[in-house]
Nanobody, 116 residues
Framework: QVHLVQSGGGLVQAGGSLRLACTTS????????MAWHRQGPENQRELVAS???????SYADSVKGRFTISRDKAKNTVYLQMNSLKPEDTAVYYC??????????WGQGTQVTVSS
């Protein structure tokens, strides 16, 4: 069975930092790309950052230079370090793992609220 359990998040003032973590079971981090998505109150779920099984990363333009995705294969965990947070970063953040090149699994979601 595949499980993705998220932690981190919360309330922070603009300019602050938060780190999200996503710990998995049933996922081979040597072959599964992972990503973080977010969904604001009036928006569709959007891709924030992704990391391949070999460590290549990509980011949405809106977070480049502020967010960093990383993974610790020994801990089966993917992180999203978020710096210089803005009110428009307020959303529910979800981690996603892709297994077998086709099956997507999602974490439970974590609220991030950035106050101005």
């Amino acid at each position: 069975q595949v499980h993705l359990v998220q932690s981190g998040g919360g309330l922070v003032q603009a300019g602050g930092s938060l780190r999200l973590a996503c710990t998995t079971s049933g996922i081979d981090h040597g072959s599964s790309p992972m990503a973080w998505h977010r969904q604001g109150p009036e928006n569709q779920r959007e891709l924030v950052a992704s990391i391949s099984s070999t460590g290549n990363t990509s980011y949405a333009d809106s977070v480049k230079g502020r967010f960093t995705i990383s993974r610790d294969k020994a801990k089966n965990t993917v992180y999203l370090q978020m710096n210089s947070l803005k009110p428009e970063d307020t959303a529910v953040y979800y981690c996603k793992a892709v297994k077998g090149g086709r099956y997507a699994y999602w974490g439970q979601g974590t609220q991030v609220t950035v106050s101005s």
